[in-house]
């Protein structure tokens, strides 16, 4: 998002960083193969909802609630009264509201909330993100809990980085008219665990 705030651009800085030897038997004597316990597979935890977000008396006061995922810590974006300032938190058509870090976990992502005017999502949602300097945007279909939705997945480029990442984000109307839009961005945003963490909003997704 070329020539957004500090805020919200900046801040995601961080880094990440195990023979055997047997016996040969006696020719003449098989050897005796060791008992083995079946081993299970692990399974992946499923992601743990542990916050709701949206609704009276939480974080950020939405036309829609969701629930995050352990860590993950939201805010309200207040728009800056002066207007030479209030074009830093809008991008096309939407201004952001709200957004979600991972602040308690190893990973740097975030979720960011944004509404807009009365329209048709598909086409909000188009525009938003080709507001941000993308590429081969695909919009579906899709469901964010109950509700109808529009998913944009595309690839965006990340000043950062100097380089092109996977973007996600998707969008609903509300029963008011408004427009939500959720966008997974970060450092870490094609990590399992980021990944998650958009899939739990979405399917949790409510309007209020």
Do not use: H, N
Request: hydrophobic share 40%; aromatic share 6%; glycine share 8%.
């Amino acid at each position: 998002m070329p020539g957004k705030a500090p805020l919200l651009r900046t801040a995601l800085l961080a880094a990440a960083l195990l023979t055997a030897c047997g016996t040969t038997p006696e020719p003449d004597a098989p050897a005796a193969a060791p008992p083995t316990a079946a081993k299970s597979p692990t399974a992946a935890p499923s992601p743990e909802a542990v916050v709701s977000v949206g609704g009276p008396g939480t974080a950020c006061a939405l036309p829609v609630s969701f629930s995050l995922m352990e860590g993950w810590e939201p805010e309200t974006v207040e728009k800056p009264e002066d207007p030479d300032f209030a074009a830093l938190v809008e991008q096309g058509p939407a201004t952001i509201v709200c957004e979600a870090k991972s602040e308690g976990t190893s990973d740097i992502g975030f979720l960011r909330v944004w509404t807009a005017p009365k329209g048709p999502v598909r086409s909000t949602l188009k525009a938003f993100v080709e507001d941000d300097k993308s590429k081969e945007l695909v919009l579906t279909d899709v469901k964010a809990g109950a509700v109808a939705a529009v998913e944009a997945r595309y690839s965006v480029y990340s000043e950062l980085e100097e380089d092109w990442r996977d973007g996600r984000s998707f969008a609903v109307t509300t029963p008011k008219g408004a427009v939500v839009i959720m966008e997974l961005g970060g450092l870490d945003a094609e990590e399992d665990a980021v990944v998650a963490a958009y899939e739990l909003a979405k399917s949790t997704l409510k309007l209020s």
